[in-house]
């Protein structure tokens, strides 16, 4: 059982940076590749980065490349979400999810747990 708590979430102007954190309980983090979500009021949950287990390979949605970096530190049992360059189309609740010994990360059900998402607003 892993259980995720995300943070660093908050309201920003337009250009502005966060960096969102999600701290995993639980053993054999090293094990998980983590992924994070977003979820824009009214819409549907959609991917943004994956950190993959073995390799340390990064996955971004389109709009994120370039302004987001997704990174993990194992020794904390942690991954971030470093956002830069933030746009007010940005503004959504982030989830952070695990998929043990996962080898996709584009779709929610590629994963196994969830946190409960902390809210970024963009303001312009």
């Known amino acids: 059982q892993v259980q995720l708590v995300e943070s660093g979430g908050g309201l920003v102007q337009a250009g502005g940076s966060l960096r969102l954190s999600c701290a995993a309980s639980?053993?054999?983090?090293?094990?998980?590749?983590m992924g994070w979500f977003r979820q824009p009021p009214g819409k549907e949950r959609e991917f943004v980065a994956a950190i993959s287990w073995n390799d340390g390979n990064t996955y971004y949605k389109d709009s994120a490349k370039g302004r987001f970096t997704i990174s993990r530190d194992n020794a904390k049992n942690t991954v971030y979400l470093q956002m830069n360059s933030l746009k007010p189309e940005d503004t959504a609740s982030y989830y952070c999810?695990?998929?043990?010994?996962?080898?996709?990360?584009?779709?929610?059900?590629?994963?196994?747990?969830w946190g409960q998402g902390t809210q970024v607003t963009v303001s312009s």
């Open positions: 999810a695990a998929a043990k010994y996962g080898t996709r990360w584009i779709r929610t059900y590629d994963y196994d747990y």
């Open positions: 639980g053993r054999a983090f090293t094990f998980y590749t």
